[in-house]
Every structure is written in structure tokens, then in C-alpha cells.
């Protein structure tokens, strides 16, 4: 061990008295006595009935003294100015009004108390005024100074002078980082837009500077906010933003509808300039998180991209609901299952087992939740898979989870067309096991994740995930303790397996960014939303639903990647080319809208339906299962396709839907929406 005598303390600089801007100090001894003087000087020559010059300066030096001591013990003199805020000017203010107080403590003890009470008081708010005009005065100049313009190198030269040359290498130094800096125009001069503004002048390490405002308020529009001008939108041109040698351009408006969003991206886009937004991070998309986060400049991102604003959903009801409860989440290691985690853990759950077969996805989300909850959440990981039923039934009298979150499934459509048998014993029989061992040990809510892929499915995992709603339907009308429910939806934004992080990778290595077929429309979630809105309709669940979600409008891919090319900064077909490649196997042109039957059910939650779906008969389900069995026994994938084909009555070739495309109400509101 190091001998501790060897060990050297770290020196404390800018304490005490070292602390103190004593320049400043002089300053304002010489202000107020100047001030004094001058005061004194015009009740002498002015009024005829006046206290002697002694007494005059013997109440100045009583006057002072305690300014001076109050200003030392509010830490006046240990404030960078040039930094000085409202609580800044506020403390000046407060010192100096303890120690118009203090005088009259002082005044007892002096020889002469002929000076009028008002002149003292006079002098008091006429020194604090100039005090605080010469703050004011200095960090205009610090914050506004320039070697561009003659009231520019003013400045500079009047720091210089009242510093005594203190800081001349800093404002040269600083003066050559504002030339590298960002020049940025700020879209928004609301509340947003002003702090972030007033942010970037008071940051010396800021890599951006504003200086245009660009607004739509009349009121606003020809005035100055912090020295940066604000013009109106329609003066917003390109030979503008040049002018100005704008290199980028912030959206400060937090409320803009998706409308504008987009109409004012396309606007800006053309110009040539990348845009970005002042926001919170996408990670801090629950109230509590905003009010515990700050606002960033941000790259605009693909939920964004979409513009879709987020249905951040989950309500009290749906939060009580699961409070304090253990629950065990099937492919809790996926981007879903993750998320369906971290929403528990918000929501307050006690206990969440975390059930998946791959181990670095399981334990990252472990090792996230335990970092951020420490001991006020137990996690627990099962590294098995939904095929073994002895591993689950195992797990489960383990834990004994009251509510079962089933999001373990094979989801890569062409991967399943070519390992039919994986897909059918983990999608089907992995749901079984599950809902069978949830049925024997008594858990009170099963929740399984489907997808819009079931709905006339043309691949081997959509029929795979139709089955699985059977299961889980039939399984609702046993009567058991266990109530069961399934939720359906589309196109999860970053998950794993989805087109985005394809794109972002294609777009990395220079193109090309290849989509299968331009016509292909698809329906998108973000994960939280898709996560909060599985944990909603859970909670709704009576026994025996198929819950649906709203997905809004149908998304080209073609765009998608347009729009995320342009996001890099780059220009699709001159940068960055988009190939075809063709249709994979098993694959639509769109996916069905899921909102459109008539016979849905709506909910108290206008993102949430309920289809009605009659389950089959437990025998009935139990003969499909048999068919299955007896194709898997025979290792074959065309055996089992022919098999899923006979069991799943809505299956159909791809080419039967394609064939249909032109006239899909799907494809028609896509190409509605982009014009």
C-alpha cells in the first residue's frame, strides 16, 4: 500500500480571497465614492439648509462599509460576470439592500446624523442602478464583441481597457473559435427557440451560433432576440440563408403538426443546408423522463422521418394494473421484449422475469434496468427456449409470474420460408408450451404479440402467427383461471430484422440501398409506442380477445429510404443509389389494413379495437396441431408448408394479393398521402 504521506492533495485554486475579482472591488469603490461626491457636491451647492461637508463624508464611509461587507458575504465578488444571470443581478440586489439596513446599525455609533435619511437612501438605489448597468455593460460586450464592424472592435477595446488587457488572448482565442463555429438559423422564436439561443450565446464551447430567427408571428417579425434578427418565413429564402452563410437549421417548434413538419423539412431540404432539431433525445419520450431531461440539438431521426407523432398511451388504470406484479416476458431480450421491460419497470412492476434464448440480448436489458432501478426492481433472466416445455415448466414454478407477455417468435419472413419447420415448432408449438404451462400454473393474464402478417397470410410466418392467435382464442373459452388475449400489429421502427438498421448500414458503406420491389407500401410503429399500446390492450383484456392497433397511414418504402438518405446528408440517386432487387419469397406488395373490418369493436382507447374473431373448437384446434405434428415428424419444409396450407384456412400464394395491388385501397391512400 502507498504510503499516504507520499500522496499529494490536489492544490484548491479560486478560494477564498484568491477567489475574489478584487479589480472589481476597485471598481466599485471608485463608483461609489464618485457617486458620493457628486451627490454631496449638489446638496451643498443647491439647498441652503444642509449638514456640514463632515457630515456628509462620515455618512459616506458609514454607508459603505456595509455595502462592501455585504457584498463580500453574498458572493458578489466571486461571480463571473460576463456569465451573470438573474440570480446574479438578483444577489447584488440583496446585498445591497441588507446593507441599506445595516447603515442604520452603523449610523447609531456616528458623531454627526444630520444627513437626511432620503439622500442615504438615494445614494443606495443611485449606486446599485450604475453598479448594475456597468455588469450589464460588460457582458453585452463580452457576449457581442467582433473584429468585424467598428462597434464591434469598440467593444473589444473597451474590454480590453476595463480589464487592463486581462483577457485580450482570450477574446483573440475566443474570437477565432466563433469563425469555426456552426451558423445556424433557428426555426421558432417561441419559448423553445429563445432558450436555445440564449443557450448557444452563453456557452463559450458551443459548437453553434445563431443567426437568424425564422417566424410567423407578425410581432415578432423585423425585431432582434439576443442580437439575432428574426424574419419571416417568406423572407426565408435561399439567397437569404446564403447571406447569412447559414450551414444548418434547427426546428424549435415542439408542437409543429406532422403537416407542417413536413412541409417545412421539403422546404428546407431544397436548400441544400442539414437540418436538425432542438429536442429531447427519443429515449425521453415519457412526460417523467422530459421534465428529468434537457433539450439537445439533435439530428432529426426515422420516427421523425415518418412524420408521426407518437401516442404515448399508457394511462393510470393501465399502470396500476400491472404495479407490483410479477411478470414474465417470452423474448424479453428482443427489441419488443426490451421495451416491454423497461415500460414495467417504469409502471413500478416488482418482478420481471426476463425468458429468452439468446443471451447477450437478455442481458443487456438486465444489466439497463439494474443500473437504473437498483434493489427497487428484481430482474430475473432464464437463458431456454419456448420449445423445451420442461425448461418452462420449470421457470414457471420457479417464479410464478401472474402475467405472461408471449413475444418470443421467428419474425423474418424470407429466413421462414426456407426453415418452415423452425418457424412451425417455435412460433406454434413455443406458443402451446407457453400457454399450456401459464394454464397449469394459474396465471392470471397471457398476452401473446401477433402481427398484421396474419391477416391472409402469404408466407410460412404469417401462418405461423395465425395459428398462434387460434391457440391463444381457443385457449380463452376453457374458463380456466387464466385470462388470454393476443394483440396484432404492424412494422416496428428499429426493431430487429427491419428495414431501418438495413438502411442505415447500406447507407454507411456508400450504397446501394436496395428495397425489393418501389410499389412496396408498409404500416410502421415506434417501439415505445407499439410496447405501451401491447401493455394497454393487456390490461383491457376480459378473456378471449384479438386486440388490433391503429397504425395510421400506410408508409412507401421508397420514400423511407429517400428520406433517410437525405437525413445523411447525402442526395438519393447522385450520392446514394436505390437498387430493386425483386420480390423475396413469400413477400406483398402491402400489408392489409387492420382497421377496415366492420365488425370491429372500438375501446375507450382510440388506437385500440377489438376484431371479432370466433375461436375454434378445442377439438378443431387440437386436429390442426395433429397435422402439424405429423408434417414436422417428416423433416421435410415443403411437408410442413403443405401442412400450414391445410391447417390455416385464409393462406394464400403472394401472387394471388399482388395481383390485387393496383386496386388496394392500401396502395391508393400511400400514393394519396404522398402527393
Known amino acids: 500500500m502507498a504510503n499516504n504521506e507520499n500522496i499529494q492533495k490536489p492544490k484548491r485554486s479560486g478560494t477564498g480571497f484568491r477567489s475574489v475579482r478584487w479589480q472589481l472591488v476597485i471598481y466599485d469603490t471608485l463608483l461609489f465614492f464618485g457617486l458620493g461626491a457628486l451627490s ?102 463580452y457576449s457581442h464583441y467582433n473584429y468585424n464592424s467598428w462597434f464591434g472592435r469598440f467593444m473589444v477595446f473597451s474590454l480590453k481597457l476595463f480589464t487592463f488587457g486581462k483577457i485580450s488572448k482570450e477574446l483573440k482565442e475566443r474570437s477565432i473559435d466563433d469563425a469555426r463555429k456552426i451558423k445556424i438559423a433557428i426555426v421558432g422564436a417561441g419559448n423553445t427557440g429563445v432558450a436555445l439561443a440564449s443557450e448557444l450565446k452563453n456557452t463559450g464551447n458551443s459548437a453553434y451560433t445563431p443567426v437568424l430567427f ?27 440563408i446564403d447571406s447569412h452563410k447559414v450551414q444548418e437549421l434547427v426546428f424549435a417548434l415542439p408542437h409543429l403538426s406532422e403537416s407542417e413538419f413536413n412541409r417545412l423539412y421539403n422546404k428546407y431540404y431544397d436548400y441544400g443546408i442539414k437540418i436538425k432539431s432542438y429536442d429531447y433525445p427519443m429515449m425521453q419520450d415519457s412526460a417523467e423522463k422530459r421534465d428529468k431531461g434537457r433539450r439537445i440539438v439533435r439530428d432529426i431521426n426515422v420516427e421523425e422521418l415518418l412524420f408521426r407523432n407518437q401516442s404515448l398511451v399508457v394511462d393510470k388504470a393501465t399502470a396500476e394494473y400491472y404495479k407490483g406484479k410479477t411478470v414474465l416476458i417470452t423474448g424479453g431480450g428482443g427489441s419488443i421484449g426490451s421495451e416491454l421491460c423497461r415500460r414495467l419497470a417504469n409502471m413500478g ?89 401459464s394454464e397449469k400454473y394459474n396465471v392470471a393474464r397471457f398476452i401473446m404479440i401477433s402481427t398484421d402478417k396474419a391477416v391472409n ?116 440517386g447522385t450520392d446514394i443509389d436505390i437498387v430493386e432487387t425483386g420480390l423475396r ?38 386436429d390442426k396441431l395433429d397435422v402439424l405434428r405429423k408434417a414436422l415428424s417428416t423433416g421435410s419444409n415443403d411437408a410442413v408448408r403443405e401442412a400450414l396450407k391445410e391447417t390455416v384456412e385464409t393462406f394464400c400464394e403472394p401472387e394471388v394479393v399482388n395481383a390485387r395491388a393496383a386496386s388496394a385501397a392500401e396502395m391508393a391512400e400511400a400514393e394519396k398521402d404522398r402527393a
Not at 410567423?216 to 423572407?235: L, Q
Not at 439494474?370 to 417464479?399: G, T
Not at 450504397?511 to 383491457?540: H, N, W
Open 457 to 572: 397470410p402469404t408466407n410460412v410466418m404469417g401462418a405461423t402467427k395465425r395459428l398462434c392467435e387460434r391457440i391463444v382464442l381457443t385457449h380463452g373459452q376453457n374458463g380456466g383461471n387464466t385470462k388470454f388475449s393476443a394483440t396484432r400489429f404492424g412494422n416496428v421502427l428499429g426493431s430487429n430484422g427491419s428495414v431501418i438498421p438495413l438502411f442505415r448500414r447500406q447507407i454507411a458503406n456508400g450504397g446501394p440501398v436496395t428495397i425489393t420491389d418501389k410499389r412496396i407500401v408498409r404500416y410502421f410503429m415506434t417501439i415505445p409506442e407499439a410496447a405501451q399500446l401491447v401493455l394497454c390492450s393487456g390490461a383491457k383484456a376480459n378473456n378471449g380477445e384479438l386486440f388490433v392497433l391503429d397504425m395510421g397511414r400506410p408508409v412507401k418504402i421508397i420514400d423511407l429510404a429517400t428520406n433517410m438518405i437525405r437525413l445523411s446528408g447525402l442526395v438519393p
Open 214 to 240: 425564422i417566424d410567423i408571428s407578425p410581432e415578432k417579425i423585423g425585431r432582434e432576440i439576443s442580437g439575432v434578427p428574426i424574419i419571416s418565413e417568406a423572407e426565408a429564402t435561399k439567397e437569404c
Open 40 to 141: 454631496a457636491l449638489i446638496c451643498l451647492t443647491k439647498f441652503s439648509s444642509r449638514p456640514t461637508v463632515g457630515a456628509f463624508f462620515i455618512s459616506l464611509g458609514a454607508l459603505f462599509v456595509p455595502i462592501i461587507v455585504s457584498r463580500f458575504l453574498f458572493g458578489v465578488y466571486k461571480q463571473i460576470w460576463r456569465y451573470g444571470g438573474v440570480q446574479s443581478y438578483l444577489k447584488l440586489c440583496l446585498a445591497d439592500a441588507s446593507a441599506f439596513i445595516l447603515f442604520f446599525v452603523v449610523r447609531v455609533f456616528l458623531p454627526q446624523r444630520t444627513v437626511p435619511i432620503i439622500w442615504i437612501f438615494s445614494l443606495t438605489c443611485l449606486n446599485l442602478l450604475a453598479t448594475l448597468f456597468m455588469r450589464m455593460c460588460y457582458r453585452y460586450m
Open 585 to 622: 419469397p413469400g413477400e406483398k406488395l402491402y400489408e392489409e389494413l387492420l382497421i377496415k373490418n366492420e365488425n370491429l369493436q372500438k375501446t375507450d382507447n382510440e388506437k385500440i379495437f377489438i376484431e371479432t374473431d370466433a375461436p375454434i373448437s378445442a377439438q378443431e384446434l387440437e
Open 349 to 437: 412492476t416488482s418482478h420481471i422475469v426476463i425468458v429468452d434464448n439468446y443471451e447477450n440480448g437478455a442481458y443487456e436489458i438486465q444489466q439497463e434496468l439494474l443500473m437504473q432501478y437498483n434493489d427497487a426492481l428484481k430482474v430475473s433472466v432464464e437463458i431456454i427456449s419456448v420449445c423445451n416445455a420442461e425448461d418452462l415448466d420449470r421457470v414457471f414454478a420457479k417464479y410464478r409470474p401472474e402475467i405472461v407477455l408471449h413475444a418470443a417468435a421467428h419474425k423474418h419472413v424470407p429466413l421462414m420460408e426456407h426453415n418452415c419447420i423452425e418457424a412451425v415448432r417455435n412460433n406454434v408449438f413455443g406458443t402451446l408450451n407457453t400457454v399450456l404451462t
